[in-house]
Structure formats: C-alpha cells, structure tokens
C-alpha cells in the first residue's frame, strides 16, 4: 500500500518561512512526477509545485521566487521551501506524486499551512 506522509505544517507570520516535506513509502515503481497542490476552505485545489523524476520544476505564477520544490528519488521524499509567505497562501497543502507506466496518482492526507499575524 503506498503512502504519502507530509510533515511542515503551521502558523507563521507574513513574511515568515516554512518548509514542508513529504515521504513515499513501500514505492515499487518510478514516481514520474512529484508536486505540492494546496486547497483553501470553499475554493478549488491548485498546483503549488511540481517536479519530474529529472528534477525539471514548475510554479504556478503566484509562488514562483518565493517557494523551491525538490526531491530526493533515492528516498523518495519531496520537500517544499516557502519563503516570504502571505496570508493568501493559507490553505491546506497536500502531497501528490505520479507514476505513468503503470498510470498512478497518489495523494497524501494534507497538512495546514495558515499565514496570520
């Protein structure tokens, strides 16, 4: 069964940092692609962050400079590097990894990230 276990989560204050990370476990085949998504309380979840087995990122335009995705294939972990954060990056944060042959999306059970002074 795999599992997707993130950690990092808390309160920190505009312009603060925090760094999140998420571990893989009892993973058999090649985890294609890594990412960060995250979801606020009515609204839809978003890509953070991705990066593929080769270590090409991508952000969405509002984290970009701000936040640095990596990986690390031997553990199978992510980890998430926040910086300068805003309040309007409160939200929970959840770890995705996918595998293309065979077709797989794995999804962790999310940790709150809340920015308030």
């Known amino acids: 069964q795999v599992q997707l276990v993130e950690s990092g989560g808390g309160l920190v204050q505009p312009g603060g940092s925090l760094s999140l990370s998420c571990a893989v476990s009892?993973?058999?085949?090649?985890?294609?692609?890594m990412g960060w998504y995250r979801q606020a309380p009515g609204k839809q979840r978003e890509r953070v962050a991705t990066i593929t087995y080769r270590g090409t990122t991508n952000y969405r335009d509002s984290v970009k400079a701000r936040f640095t995705i990596s990986r690390d294939n031997a553990e199978n972990t992510v980890w998430l590097r926040m910086d300068s954060l805003k309040p309007e990056d409160t939200a929970i944060y959840y770890c995705?990894?996918?595998?293309?042959?065979?077709?797989?999306?794995?999804w962790g059970q999310g940790t709150q990230v809340t920015i308030s002074s």
């Open positions: 995705n990894a996918k595998t293309f042959i065979p077709q797989g999306d794995y």
């Open positions: 009892q993973n058999i085949n090649t985890i294609d692609v």
